[in-house]
């Protein structure tokens, strides 16, 4: 099986810290030429000279070596068995929602990512497969919420956008106890600040296209698993729906991957200055960050997470005031997205979950006046400057 390879560089990856398995997973070298850089095989098919004898890549979508490089990579980022890469966040998290048949009821956090939200209320619902939105800081609202035919929990920490802290471990071993499989959207940490399967998570799901990927260039998904039988139903899945990453994706995924301790140890630095120096302005009501001490997860997240990471929301009153602030703003991106090496601001209410109704997202927290933050890699003083500047407009 494709995923079992073993590159030519295969290391004990346990015995390094973080930083160096970010560069040296086993997969790092082709293991067909020994180039340092896993080539693009740009090929849909394979020759297969002995039918008798079907070799290791036949199809494409069933498997590319780059591809399969890419899948090597998370899972050993992540510390899962086996890795699929998908053509976006959306089609690894949908590949890991189809697991389930039909009549099955899933609980997810209410904090959710607007696409994920909307693909559980308006594609999964068609397919008999029902959601509930809880608060999942409060174990005991997950708790009520399971039902006989409940077969999932799907959960994100820090939560998009109001970066809620879910205790993972927690909710794991409820789940567990309960039979339940536990999905986490990984995207606003990656692997270098958190690692749901060492926490008991069955899925990891991620948006590559955010930290992984971290150059706002490619949109790709990925999604790691804790054992072979769930290893075997997603390739199950990514086979037969065919949302597959093409091999020069997968290469900019991993070429991206390569640099991802260094960009999140600089944009958490700055995202820390950034948070303080936002929560002292006058013309900030709120912030939400783990990384500040009056945040009421910080205790949970440090437990579970190696920092804050570089995402942070914060109040500034309604769409007047952010249109003034928007149009001072000279760094930042106004744009979706985040995780990327220049920093993005973003507008949630009528961005990323425009497509939640207005009362759902009131009663999130999602004012008009809130912003989301992605901090980058501008030096600071730049970006703190910058701010202080826009700010003055409101
Ligand atoms: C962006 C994002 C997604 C969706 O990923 P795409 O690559 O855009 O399909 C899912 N979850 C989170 C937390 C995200 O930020």
Redesign the pocket.
Known sequence: MASERQGPGRHAPDRFSFETLNLHTGAEVDPYTGAASIPIYQASTFHQPDFDHPPEFDYARSGNPTRVALERVIAELEGGVRGFAFA????A?TAALLLFPAGSHIVACEDI?G??YRALTRVFARLGVEATFVDATDLDRVRAAIRPNTRALYL?TPS?PTLRIIDLASACALAKERGLVTIV?N??MSPYLQRPHDLGADIV?H????FLGGHSDV???LATVANERLGAEMYLIQNGFGGVLGPYDSWLVMRGIKTLSVRMRQSQSSAQAIARFLQDHPKVNRVYYPGLPGHPGKAVHDRQAKGPGAVLSFDIGGADEVRRFAARLRLPLFAV??GAAESILSYPARM?HASMPPDERARRGITDGLLRLSVGLEAEADLLADLEQALQAV
């Open positions: 976006s966040g959306m089609a998290i990512y696409g994920t994100e998009n959207d995207t606003f799901v948006s590559a296209t955010k949109v790709a998904g997205s985040l990323s």
